[in-house]
């Protein structure tokens, strides 16, 4: 079954949240169980990111599927599909995933979600979405999804305008913020309104900067500095979740107190991070496709709070201590 969850972290700045929605009600699914008997069934994995980067979430995927009794490469075996950051390649993939008739497909993100829905009507489709999936048309409901596709739903989206205020309660000088969104991104408009509110309700002023490819990181922190911006939130995003290391490299490279969406990014030097825990919603999309598999239909709608749990410590005194990767305090007021 597929629930949504609620962390916390034990640093006052960062009180981590995850929210993951089941999607599900009655939907006409394939029987897999029953056509599968005689063999072990294949599962598409697709994503928009590369096999070296994304082994953590192959993982979390994969002990999903094992604590429902799958175990890999013994009872269920895996066709992996990987875009490498082109994302223009993920409905060509998620056609080889349909014609060789894998048993499930498991897309990564709303772009490989599409693709894959866009691909078949017939197999079942489990995506992970970091956004509300009606409004990106995976589904046409949270009640009655309806069709072949169901998933967990990580509501990243509405988290930005708290990511801005852990921010500011940390660098409290920085009357502008540098905002970094995808402009690709279906979800760039209403994040960017979101975040619009929330800058006139804090009192700040917003700048927008664009990054649609890992290149044009550098740029756009380079900006930063030369505009003399306080700090920058980097908007959750599937290009951004794929590239989070870097980013978070660009910013401890810059000295930028930078906020972003993903633990990666804090972990390769970025200054913080708050949102939605990417490990544990692979693991509900594995629970999800081996209740697929087992004939048992769509993720149910309960909904249950995790138990807290301990994460990477991304508080900024920790960061204020690394003075060889995050510009000191008394040097970013000079850029307010």
């Known amino acids: 079954m597929c629930y949504p969850a609620a962390m916390s972290m034990p640093d006052r700045c960062l009180e981590r949240r995850a929210f993951i929605v089941g999607l599900g ?13 005689a063999q072990s069934p294949v599962i598409g994995f697709l994503h928009a990111g590369s096999a070296a980067d994304r082994s953590r979430a192959v993982a979390s995927f994969q002990r999903g599927l094992a604590e429902a009794g799958y175990i ?23 056609d080889e995933l349909a014609e060789r008739k894998v048993a499930l497909i498991a897309g990564f993100g709303n772009a490989a979600a599409r693709a ?35 998933g967990v739903s990580i509501l990243n989206q509405e988290l930005e305008s708290t990511r801005l205020e852990r921010l500011i309660e940390v660098v409290p000088h920085a009357t502008t913020i540098a905002f970094l969104v995808n402009p690709q991104s279906l979800t760039a408009d209403p994040k960017l309104r979101e975040m619009e509110s929330a800058a006139r309700m804090l009192n700040r002023r917003l700048h ?8 044009e990181f550098d ?62 919603a692979y693991r509900r999309v594995g629970l999800c496709a081996a209740r697929i598999l087992k004939g048992g239909g769509v993720c149910h709608q309960s909904e249950n709070r995790q138990r807290p749990r301990r994460q990477d410590p991304a508080a900024a005194s920790r960061h204020r201590q690394r003075g060889d990767r995050v510009r000191p305090a008394g040097q970013w007021r000079r850029h307010a």
């Not at 890999?72 to 990987?82: G, I, K, M």
């Not at 509300?132 to 999804?145: E, F, Y």
């Not at 920058?232 to 989070?244: A, G, I, K, Q, R």
């Open 219 to 280: 740029r756009a922190f380079a900006t930063v500095e030369q505009e003399r911006i306080g700090a920058m939130v980097v908007t959750s995003d599937t290009m951004f979740s794929n590239e989070s290391a870097d980013l978070g490299r660009a910013a401890a490279r810059h000295g930028i107190p930078t906020m972003g969406a993903y633990r990666d990014f804090t972990r390769a030097g970025g200054l913080m991070s708050y949102g939605s825990d990417l490990a544990d």
């Open 116 to 150: 894959a829905k866009a691909a078949t009507r017939t197999i079942p489709v489990c995506f992970a979405s970091s956004s509300d999936p009606t409004a990106v048309g995976l589904v046409t409901s949270l009640n009655r999804p309806g069709g072949n596709v169901t």
């Open 25 to 37: 009600a009655a939907m006409a699914w394939p029987r897999v169980a029953r056509a599968q008997q």
């Open 208 to 215: 927008v900067l664009h990054a649609s490819s890992e290149q």
């Open 72 to 94: 890999p490469n013994e009872n269920v075996l895996f066709e992996f599909r990987w875009a490498n950051g082109q994302f223009d390649r993920l409905p060509a993939l998620a």
